[in-house]
């Protein structure tokens, strides 16, 4: 499982339903086309940063597995900051059943895509040539 959260200064209206699109949250969509991570919805609040008298959605929280506690707390303020504070659990044991895509980051220049997995698992795939197995990591 991994979370990737932050401002990111990405605005999109496709992904949040920001009032704006703006050439990082462009990126950030295309980025996610082929993606196992999505963006995650807030079960309360909306607008993550008001500033200037608007408001927007540029900090995001990606995640490959679905986050069902974000809050944004518009309400509260961060020691001067224009962002709000968000809030979410990552459950202790991974979602049954859910794909991820793995790479072999230790082969440069070779195939590294190794497929998709179940269940958080490997499937004994090899690398070609060597019959060693690709280094997994934990998610």
Not at 108 to 116: H, I, S
């Amino acid at each position: 499982m991994c979370v990737i959260a932050g401002d990111f200064n990405a605005r999109s209206t496709a992904l949040t339903g920001d009032h704006k699109t703006n050439q990082r949250g462009r990126k950030i969509e295309d980025a996610l086309v082929d993606s196992a991570f999505s963006v995650q919805t807030p079960v309360e609040g909306k607008w993550t940063s008001f500033a200037g008298g608007g408001h927007g959605i540029p900090d995001l929280v990606l995640a490959n597995f679905p986050i069902l506690d974000l809050k944004v707390l518009e309400a509260e303020a961060l020691g001067g900051s224009d962002h709000r504070p968000l809030t979410f659990s990552i459950p202790s044991e991974p979602p049954p059943g859910k794909v991820v895509q793995r790479w072999n980051i230790r082969r440069r220049g070779a195939t590294a895509r190794k497929g998709r997995r179940g269940a958080y698992g490997t499937d004994g795939d090899t690398e070609e040539g060597g019959g060693k197995r690709g280094g997994q990591a934990k998610v």
